[in-house]
């Protein structure tokens, strides 16, 4: 293919593009499709000669697409969204045909300082104060590994990534069971080690870390030779049933202790460009690094995650690394990404949240926010009204869980079980499981970039008429 043969296929796969938006909602929400089914149909091996473009497309059609699970379809309803507005496509559009390398200020300008302000967009939308700096990196996991690695050097005096973590004092961090388990893999990832992560029960409608616990934990490691507290990760909005920290609480602590405390607020940090919603995250101004995906409920396709930082010298100073060719000079005053990240590569992501921005505007998101977690409490409200089921976590924001409760059953967890897999199987919604306090649960978020009232609406029918088949 050349460029001249790029115009028509292009202009064909913005047809396509558009075409497969339109009439998601006529296909499953989740692959229909069993294991091997794929791989089955794909040659064992490369061709050595060029196929056709056309022939391209169809297996595209024919063998690929029946095989993904839809995340664009407006009743996708399980683990959280992953959204890619129609503006931010276009946007990624540009992105791959410049194919820059952002990974210095000299080597793309535009995108370091594009990156710069349209994190202090995002700064300014979700209430941070002055003072705080933003980057974007591909996930919440690679900021949160950001984050571990700055706690780890700063309570080693930076001496981890001189001289090894043989013979230092056993590394401390604390978090609470309903953290993801990207902290976990950071935790591994910097060789601070599993047994070091320490889980402070939680409690409480909002499941919150308890915070005297917190207190009790570190005052323990203190007294233990060979022993030093490094960090605490905070939650706000958990992937299980939106556990959320009291921020301002775990701050009093950290304070008094000299912690570096991450918040990771990946999905519900988004709702907080709804000035209404900030309660939630009272005292987060406090915190040392903050991480919020604009790729999961604000419309950014994947990857796009905004990590701020009240001090970024931390984080450089425990991942820059200058070789004479990744020197700029001659120019002052700038800033080189790369030092800000684990990967030295990075993409122009900061474009599609610029265009995302403008083209909604913040009024625009916010009302699509307003409108999810409106339909969801509805939907919540409407099941704990309807016999046979209860509402095991309310509402945070849009997501809660629920759980199939006829009178007679024996083993609820296998019935929950079977309702999720009936449901998917059936392909108009698409739920996932959790389990909360030992019990498996049923999880329920709404936010689709499409979705409507109606596709909430139909989520309740769907989920009473298989309930009631089984």
Not at 45 to 70: K, Y
Not at 427 to 456: H, K, M, N, P
């Amino acid at each position: 293919m050349d460029w001249e043969d790029f115009r028509k296929r292009g202009r064909d796969a913005a047809d396509w593009a558009a075409d497969y938006h339109l009439y998601l909602r006529d296909r499953p929400v989740r692959a229909q499709t069993k294991p091997g089914e794929i791989i089955a149909q794909l040659p064992k091996s490369a061709p050595d000669t060029a196929e056709s473009i056309d022939a391209i497309l169809n297996d595209l059609e024919q063998t690929i697409m029946p095989g993904m699970t839809h995340w664009q379809h407006p009743r996708f309803f399980a683990y959280f969204p992953a959204n890619a507005a129609p503006v931010s496509v276009l946007a990624e559009s540009y992105v791959n045909a410049i194919a820059a390398q952002c990974m210095l200020w000299q080597t793309s300008p535009a995108a370091t300082e594009l990156e710069t302000r349209t994190c202090d967009w995002m700064r300014q939308a979700v209430g941070l104060p002055d003072g705080f700096s933003g980057v974007i990196q591909d996930s919440a996991s690679t900021a949160t590994l950001c984050a571990v690695l700055s706690m780890r050097e700063r309570a080693l005096n930076w001496a981890g990534n001189r001289d090894g973590l043989t013979g230092q004092p056993r590394l401390r961090v604390y978090a609470s069971a309903e953290v993801h388990t990207s902290i976990d893999r950071a935790i591994w990832i910097a060789g601070i080690g599993e047994a070091n992560l320490v889980r402070i029960p939680s409690s409480g409608p909002n499941r919150a870390m308890q915070v005297d616990a917190l207190r009790e934990a570190i005052a323990a490691d203190r007294a233990k030779e060979g022993y030093m507290p490094a960090g605490i990760i905070a939650c706000v909005g958990g992937t299980s049933a939106g556990a959320t920290d009291d921020i301002s609480a775990v701050m009093d602590v950290a304070e008094a202790e000299k912690l570096y405390v991450h918040v990771d607020a990946a999905w519900a940090g988004a709702a907080m460009i709804c000035p209404e919603y900030q309660a939630m995250w009272r005292g987060v101004e406090r915190a040392d690094s903050i991480v919020l995906n604009p790729h999961k409920w604000l419309g950014a396709q994947f990857d796009c995650t905004t990590h701020f930082l009240k001090d970024p010298e931390t984080l450089v100073k425990t991942l820059a690394i200058q070789p004479e060719y990744l020197k700029t000079h001659g120019a002052d005053g700038i800033i080189n990404y790369s030092e800000w990240s684990v990967p030295l590569g990075r993409r122009f992501r900061a474009l599609k949240l610029w265009f995302l921005l403008r083209a909604h505007g913040l009024d625009g998101l916010r009302e699509m926010i307003r409108n999810h977690v409106k339909w969801a409490e509805a939907l919540a409200d409407r099941l704990a009204a309807t016999p046979d089921f209860e509402i095991v976590t309310p509402p945070m924001l849009s997501l809660f869980t629920f759980r199939y409760v006829p009178n007679g059953a024996i083993d609820l967890d296998t019935l929950n079980q079977d309702l999720v897999n009936a449901i998917n199987t059936d392909g108009r919604i698409y739920l996932t499981q959790t389990r909360i306090d030992g019990a498996l649960v049923i999880r329920f978020q709404a936010g689709a970039f499409s979705c409507t009232e109606d596709d909430v609406r139909m989520a309740y029918d769907v989920i009473t008429e298989i309930a009631n088949q089984m």
